[in-house]
């Protein structure tokens, strides 16, 4: 985490906040965390917790109609990602950085063909000729497992795990180096789930790609991130090394995700359910925000914000608690 | 698709045939008879009655009926009563002059309406959006008449640029077509940034963004080809309404179009004519709807798969249809 040299993208103090209907909707509020070339971060929370609108906001392509502030900073190799000019920024993504979309039924365009989809980012930054373009997008649809007779259809042709498949071809048809998987896949079946893991997970092998994995699947964070961030209304509440947290996960809603006994051997797949919803994020309470919920909230959890304490190697938690077992612990200031 | 579109034009004689019968049995039973009025009120009884059989009106409706279907499976329209000319001959004259009116028309709302939807959409809620939709709606609400006027009063009385009336050339029709266009313009417009606007946020954009490819490519390749979808529609029955004839704007410019015939034959109850004029309408409606929906499955490819495996069920036929289509690009 020191060496900044050593990072391919740290991520700073991150804000974002949408408007609706009047409102501000603070989705991202101060998240931190930095990841080395060649490794995986998995960014775990329940739905609305602001993990999508984090990854968005790496890509800057948040939606400019509701968006209303994106502060902090995003250093991608030595670039400034929120300052950089539209132009440059352009020709890194699909190229350097790119995403795979959470929901594949929207994220294809349904008037172009399959290849083409794919094809037009070689062309973009592979400078390659049309022919050239199209011979890739049919190699990289046979990586995902289509074949090429299927390759000139449209997307309506096809089930929803073959269009999370062309998505994961999209997103990896340049070879980025640092690879957002936004739960890559939650639309397919458990057989096709572990062949786009081990697709990859080679990827990252052969070519060092940084993988942001956000999920909700535990097993897959278990056998593949090196690294965990569990994010809660818009922060960070827990992070370390994948040990770390599966062996001490020291945030009471880690805690209550992970279920009573988390275990790196055991095979926990889903989030367990924790009691209570999460804040309105239009409303954010004062204090800690998981204190409504959590079951071992002091009296100074509700009355200002919580900051990060380190615990570990690379463990930090933001929490007053700092892990304690017990609930009387002291309140660390 | 030739099997789709041989269904559509045969599905179109059933469609006339019925429309034909509506508006015989309509003009039958309008008030007004056209022999008084052809005759005057000074007329005597005998006249009447002479004319009246000259005519064939003194026989049953179901034979009249009868009669003017049979005719009409011969394309024969039959003759105006009070011009004596035929309807059919006449309609054929006059369909140059409403196509090259509407042809223009459609061609100036959909070169200029639609890149003014897309800017605005582009530059949604900045000033250029606003003062443009302020000035479409504008055109929206003026009279087409009005604005005809006004363009007369600048461009033929105070300048000179432009003839103010008459059909014998193509620069008569510069300013019919603007002011038959505005409004349709106008509304194409509003149109293509609503849908545009639609497009730009959903999710296959932020895709197509994501891929890093210029706002240019994202809006031309992407954005404008799903958005313009919903405005095929909308241009072509504004096309159809446009080849009906604009009466206001034939009258105005003293165009022979087929507007001003059919205004004409209804008031002076000149039946072929205005049953004549219906069913010519109502040809073109069904055959623009049916270019309509043509370009539409070209655009739309889900459309297209519906189209072809209407008319063959064979999966395996509609996948190569479709490959081959693409290949020709
Ligand atoms: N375009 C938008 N306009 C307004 N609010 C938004 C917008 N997009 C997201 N939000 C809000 O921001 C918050 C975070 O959303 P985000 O999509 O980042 O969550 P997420 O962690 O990805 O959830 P999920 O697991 O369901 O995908 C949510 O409260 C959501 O309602
Ligand atoms: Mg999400």
Redesign the pocket.
């Known amino acids: 985490m020191s060496n900044a040299e050593k990072n391919l993208i740290s991520v700073e103090d991150l804000v974002v906040e949408?408007?609706?209907g009047g409102e501000t909707?603070h989705?991202?509020n101060g998240v931190s965390f930095s990841l080395e070339k060649g490794k995986t971060i998995g960014l775990v929370?329940?739905?609305?917790?602001?993990?999508?609108?984090?990854a968005?906001a790496i890509l800057r392509i948040l939606?400019d109609h509701?968006?209303q502030a994106v502060r902090g900073k995003i250093n991608f190799k030595g670039q400034e990602l929120l300052s950089i000019p539209e132009k440059e920024m352009c020709a890194l993504r699909g190229k350097s950085i790119s995403m795979i979309f959470?929901d594949p039924m929207t994220a294809l365009n349904p008037v172009k063909p399959v290849v083409e989809q794919i094809a037009e980012g070689l062309r973009r930054h592979q400078n390659m000729s049309k022919a050239q373009s199209i011979q890739g997008a049919i190699k990289m649809l046979e990586t995902v497992g289509i074949s090429e007779d299927r390759a000139y259809e449209y997307p309506h042709q096809f089930s929803g795990g073959m269009k999370q498949r062309v998505v994961i071809a999209i997103a990896l048809a340049c070879n980025p180096e640092l690879l957002i998987a936004?739960?890559p896949t939650t639309a397919l079946d458990v057989t096709i789930q572990a062949q786009v893991m081990d697709l990859m997970k080679n990827l990252q092998k052969e070519l060092g790609t940084a993988l942001i994995l956000?999920t909700?699947d535990l097993g897959v964070v278990a056998e593949v991130c090196d690294y965990v961030a569990v994010?809660y209304a818009?922060q960070v509440v827990e992070y370390g090394s994948r040990e770390e947290v599966f062996d001490h996960p020291s945030h009471p809603y880690t805690v209550g995700l992970f279920g009573a006994l988390p275990d790196l051997s055991k095979n926990v797949h889903r989030l367990s359910p924790v009691e209570g919803l999460p804040p309105d994020?239009s409303n954010l309470p004062e204090g800690c925000s998981f204190a409504p919920r959590c079951p071992r909230a002091l009296e100074g959890c509700r009355k200002a914000p919580v900051g990060m304490s380190k615990i570990g190697d690379t463990h930090i938690v933001r929490c007053l608690l700092d892990g304690k077992e017990d609930s009387h612990g002291t309140v660390r200031d | 698709m030739a099997r789709y579109i041989g269904k559509r034009l045969l599905q179109m004689i059933p469609i006339l045939i019925v429309v034909a019968i509506l508006i015989f049995s309509l003009m039958s039973f309008v008030p007004g008879d056209p022999v008084q009025i052809m005759l005057g009120d000074n007329a005597t009884p005998e006249q009447i009655m002479e004319t009246r059989a000259s005519l064939g009106l003194d026989k049953p409706f179901i034979s009249r009926l009868g009669s003017y279907l049979a005719d009409l499976a011969r394309l024969d329209f039959g003759k105006s009563y009070t011009q004596g000319t035929a309807v059919g001959a006449e309609l054929m004259a006059r369909f140059p002059k409403t196509l090259t009116l509407a042809f223009f028309s459609i061609i100036f709302t959909i070169v200029i309406g639609i890149p003014i939807g897309i800017q605005c959409a582009i530059n949604a809620n900045k000033l250029s959006d606003k003062v443009w939709m302020f000035l479409t709606m504008l055109g929206n609400s003026m009279p087409g008449f009005w604005l005809a006027l006004l363009l007369v009063i600048l461009f033929s009385v105070k300048l000179g640029w432009l003839p103010s009336s008459g059909d014998s050339g193509l620069n008569y029709f510069i300013l019919p077509v603007i002011a038959n266009s505005i409004g349709s313009l106008a509304d194409i417009a509003r149109q293509t940034r609503s849908s545009m606007l639609e497009v730009i946020r959903s999710d296959y954009v932020v895709t197509a963004r994501s891929k890093g490819l210029s706002e240019r490519d994202v809006i031309w390749k992407h954005a404008l080809p799903n958005a313009l979808i919903p405005i095929i529609t909308v241009c072509g029955s504004r096309f159809g309404f446009m080849l009906g004839g604009t009466v206001i704007i034939e009258s105005v410019f003293s165009i022979a179009g087929i507007g001003t015939y059919m205004v004409n034959g209804i008031n002076s109850r000149d039946y072929p004519i205005v049953q004549g004029s219906i069913i010519y309408i109502a040809f073109i409606f069904a055959f623009i709807m049916l270019l309509t929906d043509l370009i539409y499955a070209y655009v739309d490819p889900r459309i297209k798969a519906q189209y072809i495996s209407a008319g063959s069920k064979s999966k395996k036929r509609e996948r190569g249809g479709i490959r081959k289509s693409y290949g020709k690009e």
């Open positions: 949408y408007h609706s909707i989705a991202v929370g329940e739905t609305g917790a602001g993990k999508t609108s984090i968005k939606p509701a968006t959470q936004d739960e956000i909700h994010v818009g994020p």
